[in-house]
Nanobody
């Protein structure tokens, strides 16, 4: 089982990034998925949720209207489009397969002001 995040990097305030989470070793399409993040010195927090079909989504209040979660079950991949980035979005972003409780290793996002 693997969840591999990519797409992180350094971006200026107001910029955009698109994170990807590539899944392998399990049946990706039958599980609900989520993105979490952990900022330096803080606890890991929920960012976004997407149902197994992709039709159901949910976001933490601080990213609503700026982030969009999506998935392509044919490619076993989940995405997080992040727009209008703020310094407080700086964190290590993790991909999470909810029920089996699988986690990726994370991809780092740094937003500079």
């Amino acid at each position: 089982v693997q969840l591999v995040e990519s797409g992180g990097g350094l971006v200026q305030v107001g910029g955009s990034l698109r994170l990807s989470c590539a899944a392998s070793g399990f049946t990706f399409s039958i599980w609900n998925m989520a993105w979490y993040r952990q900022a330096p010195g803080k606890q890991r927090e929920f960012v976004a949720y997407i149902s197994r079909t992709g039709y159901g989504t949910n976001y933490t209040d601080s990213v609503k209207g700026r982030f969009t979660v999506s998935r392509d079950n044919a490619k076993n991949t989940m995405y997080l489009q992040m727009n209008s980035l703020k310094p407080e979005d700086t964190a290590l972003y993790y991909c999470h397969c909810i029920t089996p409780n699988y986690w990726g290793q994370g991809t780092e996002v740094t937003v500079s002001s």
